[in-house]
């Protein structure tokens, strides 16, 4: 076990939140739909909306927290990040309509969204000479969290009363708020002393935007696995259905003990650049795969199906890890919190159109539509690069190149 476990105590400590964190996550990604839908009774396309609502508000929220855990201390904000999520989510149970719903989903999914800024000058500030790599440990642990919740869900599910729905979400409550309290014995981080010049440099770093859109383009494969292929697989495939469980567990598996091992070939943001452009290619061989899974028996369906995942879980891999690389090392240091919450905005529009766009094309269009998602990220991974050097150059020009220079050394990038 000590060998599984980071080096420091302070390491531990934000892993041992996060795990705690995660396994909360997994109770209410597996079964929060569920929970509003089989017990509060909302309809469908309500939820929907209100959640369609959450998360276009919470885009923006990541931005302001993230500026605020650089200017008054990460620690403080993240942890207050924590408990409005355990607030929010205990509101979930007096949600007995749509209003009322909306309000206590936003409240919720802000938070999440503010936290996951707030977070990221945490992991800069304890996470060693390369940061990166630990926050490729946290993501391993992540899954190892999320597929635990997930297993318990699958209790409530299955009894599938109103009473373990309930159940559920007390504890999502409670893991946010254990969460909070494990957080809090770590020393709080120091607040990074602000720089001349404007204060949203982030929302002016146009190459820096720029990487965030072509990230958040690439982010839409994380909906390859958990809405095109379960709804392939049933809709076009003979494949049989239990596999859906078994696509997820390859990719589980792989991601909790290959993510790290990734991640410490990626050490600049050229190497970033390039891991963008490899994985780009390995979304393209899996979509070729996961399409030709139609038409043909049972058998070879489903090892098309795991070939096609297993691709996809090494390009996940290798475009995790740039993403670590590139957004940590390309931000000045005394702003971390706000760059980071304007990376964070990839993957909150990834969100918000991929189940919509996979499903218009790899379900409805059908075979075609997957070679189209293919060649999207291909090409996405094949600019990644072009922006990363307009990054260096701007960063090497100007007055405030040896800042932001130095910044990026301090997260670790050579």
């Known amino acids: 076990m000590s060998y599984l476990l980071p080096d420091s105590g302070p390491q531990r400590t934000i892993a041992g939140s996060n795990f705690v964190y995660t396994v909360g996550s997994g109770l209410y990604l597996t079964a929060g739909v569920l929970y509003f839908t089989q017990a509060v009774r909302l309809p469908a396309a309500q939820v929907g909306l209100g959640l369609g609502i959450a998360g276009a508000l919470s885009l923006a929220v990541g931005i302001a927290v993230g500026h605020l855990a650089d200017r008054r201390g990460a620690r403080g904000v993240y942890a207050a990040t924590l408990v409005v999520q355990a607030l929010a989510t205990a509101g979930f149970l007096l949600a007995d309509s749509f209003w ?50 997930a297993v318990l869900a699958g209790w409530a599910v299955q009894v599938g009363t109103a009473d373990a729905y309930r159940l559920l979400v007390v504890g999502n409550a409670l893991a946010f708020a254990g969460s909070a309290v494990i957080l809090l014995r770590l020393r709080p981080v120091a607040p990074e002393p602000a720089a001349g010049g404007p204060r949203w440099i982030a929302l002016r770093d146009r190459p820096y935007l720029a990487l965030t859109v072509l990230d958040g383009i690439m982010a839409i494969q994380f909906k390859v696995l958990t809405v095109a292929i379960p709804l392939w697989l049933v809709a076009r495939t003979s494949a049989p259905h239990w596999l859906i469980s078994g696509t997820m567990l390859l990719n589980t598996v792989v991601v909790v003990t290959c993510q790290m091992r ?17 994985s780009g290619f390995a979304f393209l061989l899996a979509c070729v795969l996961i399409s030709l899974s139609a038409g043909v028996p049972g058998w070879a369906a489903a090892a098309l199906l795991l070939a096609g995942v297993a691709v996809h879980t090494i390009g996940e891999l290798w475009h995790s890890a740039a993403g670590f690389e590139v957004s940590f090392a390309l931000a000045p240091r005394h702003a971390t919190g706000q760059y980071l919450g304007v990376f964070g905005l990839g993957a909150g529009l990834a ?64």
């Open 100 to 149: 009322p719903f909306v309000v206590a989903v936003c409240a919720a999914v802000g938070a999440k969204g503010a936290g996951l800024a707030a977070r990221s000058p945490i992991i800069r500030h304890h996470g060693g000479e390369r940061p990166q790599e630990f926050r490729a440990y946290l993501r391993a642990v992540t899954n190892i969290g999320i597929s635990l919740g």
């Open 262 to 278: 990734a991640s410490r070939g990626i050490s600049t943001p050229s190497a970033g650049a390039l891991a963008y452009r490899r």
């Open 351 to 414: 969100e918000a159109v991929g189940p919509a766009l996979l499903i218009s094309l790899c379900i409805t269009w059908g075979r075609p539509g997957w070679y189209v998602v293919g060649a999207m990220f291909a090409l996405t991974g094949l600019a990644a690069p072009l922006a990363v050097r307009w990054a260096r150059r701007d960063r090497q020009a100007g007055p405030a190149a040896v800042e932001v220079t130095a910044g990026a050394r301090a997260g670790g990038a050579a």
